[in-house]
């Protein structure tokens, strides 16, 4: 595993729980939103962290954390994932997997393994769409296959989309409500105009909160429980 950041404790990012947070070097995707830009390459993130530092903080935090959370970059593109998450579940902690769906058969051996407790997937896009939000065109069999082995999966799991105004309408999100029918929970993710993959959309218009919560009231007409985060 290449480590590039360690927050030692949350209490947003896995929900109901206290958790840290490990973020992962190497992405696959060059989202134009992504505020964690340093960790899409490996050599450009601003530290590498040891792994034996991230298991010697962990057990001093064995009655302190309920779980951790594994996000990125894109943590699935790392081989070791399974054993990484192994190492974590044999500690007593519970273990959250963020990821972008874009490796399914590592999805399927997490849960196989039950190396995992929680999954997150961001849904970028109308399936189709994705080059206008990732940078290249992605495979939208190899998405819906991760999108129903999580829905499937019996793993508590929520789909998540960050929503710029210019780049994702009301017409996209409810195209993708319809993709993860079945799922959870969906939620919108506000944009945060800072630390950004693509600067230029810092200065472009965004989504007000009473916009959202209307978009939110007309999504919940396809049967989501859809939230704003």
């Known amino acids: 595993m290449i480590i590039g950041g360690l927050q030692k404790c949350s209490l947003i990012d896995y929900p109901g729980k206290i958790a840290a947070v490990i973020f992962t070097v190497g992405c696959n995707f060059r989202c134009r939103y992504c505020h964690n830009p340093e960790l899409i390459i490996p050599g450009k993130q601003v530290q590498n962290i040891p792994v034996a530092d991230i298991f010697s ?8 954390l309920d779980g951790v959370c594994i996000t990125g970059g894109e943590p699935t593109l790392h081989t070791d994932l399974p054993e990484f998450a192994e190492k974590i579940k044999t500690m007593g902690f519970l273990v959250k997997l963020d990821t972008n769906g874009t490796h399914p058969d590592m999805l399927q051996l997490l849960v196989h393994k039950k190396l995992v407790d929680y999954i997150a997937m961001d849904v970028k896009a109308p399936l189709p769409d994705y080059a206008k939000i990732a940078g290249y065109e992605v495979d939208a069999e190899v998405l819906e296959k991760s999108i129903e082995l999580i829905i499937t999966s019996g793993i508590h799991h929520e789909f998540r989309t960050t929503v710029v105004k210019h780049l994702t309408t009301v017409e996209d999100l409810k195209k993708i409500t319809i993709t993860i029918k079945g799922a959870e929970r969906f939620y919108l993710q506000k944009f945060v105009p800072t ?34 985060r």
């Open 57 to 64: 903080f962990l057990e001093t935090r064995r009655s302190k």
């Open 195 to 228: 630390n950004v993959y693509d600067p230029e959309l810092a200065e472009t218009e965004q989504y007000t909160q009473d916009e959202l919560n209307e978009i939110i009231q007309e999504l919940k007409e396809y049967g989501r429980d859809c939230r704003v």
